[in-house]
């Protein structure tokens, strides 16, 4: 087990040739967002750029994309179609703003090209996870929660083959919960997390996928991530103060960090952060390792400036980059 040092994170920063362009840097796509939780797609993909990546591409329903255009030049978005009422027999259940599962073969193309792809940030698969569970079979279109659960099982069926990183998080994370507790019927295909992905619970999504008490995985976070990133063939991080990272062989414990992050999306900049290292070429390991340590970082700089209220998960875009800089002069 070891924890995580300034020495560390320089050693594996990815390297900033000068003879580069911005695919040099990698390309992220980001399906993230809905109509309630647009400030989860701006964050992730801004978060991606602000360590190195040199192309996001922000996927999700048009509002969203014109929400985070309107906010900032710097996102690629691409607007995918929504849902028509027609295609669902509950109409009630139906939100209009969500995504129509055949979206998937217009981020065909996309899938293929990025260098690395994170799902789930404020993607909205349902109201809740309690509604999940009242609709045990949400796939086979007899009755469709609100929410983007039908888009979400075809993309997880159409990258099931991919090697490229993917990052599962929040919403992504409760829906592939509902999926291994309530497997789908035998017609069709087992689901899993993809080769080389990792996954970024906080204690009760992790309660969630594993079907264990949250306080007994507070109790033992670094049995639990460990313990999951083996079962789940997946790389573990396990968000909350001490963040553990775990490929099932190595752990890693983060040191930084303090409660200006225990703030409503910070976790959606964490993710941002991790695929971005991910474009760069880093591999999900050390890129876990990179995007955690730099996160707690930002936050402690954040908040020597702001107090550790004040800080808002926003304002860690502004220090992301000194959290760098601060890694940077301390291999001088
Ligand atoms: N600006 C935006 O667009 C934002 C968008 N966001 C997006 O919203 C979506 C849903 O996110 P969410 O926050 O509504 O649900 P979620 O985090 O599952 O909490 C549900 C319950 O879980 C628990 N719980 C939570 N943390 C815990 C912990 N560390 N340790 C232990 N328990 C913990 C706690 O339950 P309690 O303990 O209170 O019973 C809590 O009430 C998601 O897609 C996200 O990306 C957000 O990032 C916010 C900003
Ligand atoms: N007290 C704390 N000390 C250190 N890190 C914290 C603390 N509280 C929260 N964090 C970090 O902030 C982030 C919160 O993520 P998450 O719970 O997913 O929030 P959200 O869904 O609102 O974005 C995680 O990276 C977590 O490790």
Known sequence: MNTLTLEYINSILPPRPDDSHKMTFGQVLNIAGSIHYRGAAYLSSLSALRVGAGYVTLASSPSVCDSVSAQTPNVVTLPLPPR??????????????????????????????????????????????????????????????????????????????????????????????????????????????????IITPHPKELSRLLNVDVNMIQAQRVHFASLAAKQLNTIVVLKGKHTVISDGEHIFINPTGNSALAKAGTGDVLTGMIAGFCAQGVSPLNAACLGVYLHGLAGELAANELSQYGVLASDLLEYIPKAILRVLNAGH
Do not use: W
């Not at 929410?147 to 929040?170: C, K, R, W």
């Open 84 to 197: 028509q009422a027609q295609q669902a027999i509950d109409i009630k259940h139906i939100n209009t703003q969500s995504i129509a599962p055949q979206a998937v073969l217009q981020l065909r193309d996309k899938l293929a090209q990025a260098s690395v792809i994170s799902i789930g940030s404020g993607l909205s698969i349902s109201q809740s996870t309690d509604q999940l569970n009242r609709y045990p079979n949400p796939i086979n279109g007899l009755i469709v929660p609100d929410g983007n659960s039908e888009f979400f099982y075809a993309l997880l069926t159409e990258i099931q083959a991919n090697t490229h990183p993917v990052i599962f998080d929040a919403d992504a994370l409760n829906f592939m919960s509902h999926l291994l507790h309530h497997p789908t019927s035998t017609a069709q295909k087992p689901i899993s997390f993809t080769k080389n992905s």
